[in-house]
């Protein structure tokens, strides 16, 4: 078992490029997570999905889309970057029930210059 | 507005010592508290989590406390290993996860 695994770990972007960062699961769990921290603060939620098809604005979704075409995958789109995106980008899942315990990635580390 | 708040950015504790990391928060609808660990170039992990319901939780080394009139949450770490430095972060939940900024654990040999 892999667990999460987020691709890919680093990234430099300039302002205005695209990218778009992929997050596996190999638990089967229905939700899936986007979130980004940023020095001196707590992991914000950018977007998440209860299941596959599904997606929905978290706390910070403004200038990110989600997609989720598979269960497995949950893709993470930056369509015009800008330096207020250099962050650490995690990516977490977890069953639909439960404690609401969420298994993380590594994270990838993103700057926009 | 800060719903969760870690209010120590960091900690340095002897080994074998007691570490005693604290959160605090605002909303008293949060009806779940998780404890996450996070070391460098790593996702978080998680530790131990309290309902809503509860005061106390405890899983081997680690204690979670909760205050529900103070609205403050509190883990113990009973005897501090080198091992336990890294990054805590607590947690809360209303529909979603609400994460503090976490307190930076050290611990001296």
């Known amino acids: 078992n892999a667990g999460v695994t987020q691709t890919p770990k680093f990234r430099v972007l300039k302002t205005g490029q695209s990218m778009t960062l992929l997050c596996a699961q190999d638990?089967?769990?229905?939700?899936m997570y986007w979130y980004r921290q940023d020095p001196g603060m707590g992991l914000r939620l950018i977007h998440y999905?209860?299941?596959?098809?599904?997606?929905a604005k978290g706390e910070v979704p403004d200038g990110y889309n989600v997609s989720r075409l598979k269960k497995q995958n949950f893709l993470l789109g930056l369509e015009s970057a800008a330096p207020s995106q250099t962050s650490v980008y995690f990516c977490?899942?977890?069953?639909?029930?439960?404690?609401?315990?969420?298994?993380f990635g590594p994270g990838t580390r993103l700057t926009v210059l | 507005d800060q719903q969760v708040k870690q209010n120590s950015p960091s900690l340095s504790v002897q080994e074998g010592r007691i570490s005693i990391l604290n959160c605090d928060y605002t909303?008293?609808?949060?009806?779940?508290f998780l404890w996450y660990k996070k070391y460098p170039a790593e996702g978080p992990t998680f530790l131990i989590s309290?309902?809503?319901i509860k005061d106390k939780n405890e899983d081997g080394r680690f204690t979670v406390f909760l205050n529900k009139s103070a609205k403050h949450l509190s883990l113990h770490i009973v005897p501090s290993q080198p091992g336990d430095s890294a990054v805590y972060f607590c947690?809360?939940?209303?529909?979603?996860?609400?994460w503090g900024a976490g307190t930076k654990l050290i611990i001296k040999p």
């Open positions: 977490a899942s977890r069953i639909r029930a439960g404690n609401n315990e969420q298994f």
């Open positions: 638990m089967n769990h229905e939700y």
């Open positions: 999905s209860v299941g596959e098809g599904t997606t």
């Open positions: 909303n008293s609808m949060f009806d779940y």
């Open positions: 309290i309902s809503s």
């Open positions: 947690a809360a939940r209303n529909y979603q996860l609400i």
